[in-house]
């Protein structure tokens, strides 16, 4: 919409998108108005899968022979650096988050470690306090690490904090705990994540019990796998024989899926996120995003975190994507903005400039003959943010 106005009342809600000049007449004389001049004016971004207290990684790990080497590299920075330091990387990447225009983001927790912070922050954020290693317990007895999560979880949500839960993946906590998070995210109203088919090394181990995953897992992690018998399937199959696609997921990557996999995960009613530059920092093979909207499962953009990508800029991911692919921007557009909130349960609250929905916006600049092309502004010109607006409340200003 050219020349457009956003209306929004005293709680931050917007009551009209439409040409300045009706929107104008609505108002009464001494209504605030901003003149935002000329820029795009678009809902504020939605980050579906990152690790904000991964944020002091940025830059330190270069792109790995094998995601095993990756994952122990993160896991080991977790367990040396100081009581403070993920608080303070958390800080800074909800910081850096706004900055970009992102104004919603699913972090991903390990343990909750430093999400307090984010209860200071603007940023609209839903924790997901992650659940790492394997237990024999039957799903009936919620097993001790899901515990600690669920208790986690609860004392964030005490913040103000919005939380659901994340077994990390099937390789990593067993089938048992996406049943057990699922009974409790159920109960508690909670959105659940998970990383699925990240690598082709999950899906051998999966089918075949081999592999460097098998190697790392059965050798140095001591997890689990000693009783391990692969399932012969898919993980996601094996989910789905468990009861464990019972209910929608924000499935994080899925970089290799097949058309079985993919009917799965529809009929879940989940959502696919993609990480398109920690996809490539990683060599995957190409990503079946447009295989997975063909099918009829949304797909969101998230920028995962920066141990695997370089900023955390969804409108970086989304100019990434349509440089390489050509993707139509309006696709890119919904995928960086209301598929993300969607999963997320905020579809009708954030994710559209739509009347009814919350004011989070954001407002980048153009100049010149761009304003003849928006979508070519957007994408290639790469402005910068001069505005960002959460529940009406202007956040950031250049
Ligand atoms: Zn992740």
Redesign the pocket.
């Known amino acids: 919409m050219d020349d457009a106005a956003v209306a929004v009342d005293g709680d931050g809600r917007i009551v009209r998108v439409a040409p300045w000049r009706d929107v104008q007449s609505d108002g009464s004389p001494g209504d605030p108005v901003i003149d935002a001049g000329d820029c795009l004016l678009l809902p504020g971004l939605v980050n579906a ?3 904000l207290a991964l944020s002091d990684l940025a830059g330190r790990l270069p792109p790995p022979r094998r995601f095993s080497a990756w994952l122990k590299a993160v896991m080991r920075h977790g367990r040396t650096r100081s009581h403070d330091a993920p608080a303070a990387a958390v800080r800074d990447g909800a910081a850096w988050s706004l900055a970009a225009g992102v104004t919603t983001v699913a972090d ?1 927790s390990f343990s909750g470690a430093g999400a307090e912070a984010l209860a200071e922050s603007p940023l609209r954020s839903t924790v997901f306090v992650e659940v790492f290693g394997h237990s024999r317990k039957r799903h009936t007895r919620p097993e001790p690490r899901l515990a600690m999560a669920v208790a986690r979880a609860r004392a964030l949500a005490g913040l103000g904090l919005s939380v659901g839960l994340s077994p990390h993946a099937p390789y990593s906590t067993g089938v048992a705990a996406y049943l057990a998070a699922m009974a409790e995210a159920d109960c508690c109203g909670w959105p659940l994540t998970t ?1 699925l088919h ?1 690598t082709r090394d999950e899906i051998d181990l999966y089918r075949t019990g081999r592999g460097p995953m098998a190697r790392w897992w059965q050798l140095r992690m001591m997890l689990w796998f000693g009783g391990f018998t692969p399932p012969r399937v898919s993980p996601i199959r094996a989910l789905a024989d468990a009861g464990a696609l019972a209910r929608p997921w924000i499935v ?2 899925g970089n290799y899926l097949d058309d079985a996999d993919i009917d799965l995960l529809r009929r879940s009613g989940s959502t696919v996120v993609y ?1 398109p530059r ?1 996809h490539h920092y990683f060599g995957h093979t190409d990503h079946p995003y447009r295989r997975l909207a063909a099918a009829g499962v949304p797909v969101a953009l ?1 920028t ?2 920066l141990a695997s990508a370089p900023s955390l800029s969804v409108l970086d991911e989304m100019r990434f994507v349509a440089a390489r692919d050509g993707a139509p921007p309006e696709n890119l557009l919904a995928m960086a903005t209301a598929a993300g909130a969607d999963a997320l349960g905020l579809g009708g609250t954030v994710g559209r400039l739509a009347e009814g929905e919350v004011a989070d916006l954001v407002a980048l600049p153009l100049s010149g003959g761009e304003a003849r092309d928006p979508w070519l502004a957007l994408l290639t010109c790469h402005p910068v943010p001069t505005g960002v607006w959460i529940d009406g409340r202007q956040v950031v200003s250049a």
């Open positions: 899968h990152t690790h991903v990383h990240e994080a990557h990480c920690s998230g995962d975190s």
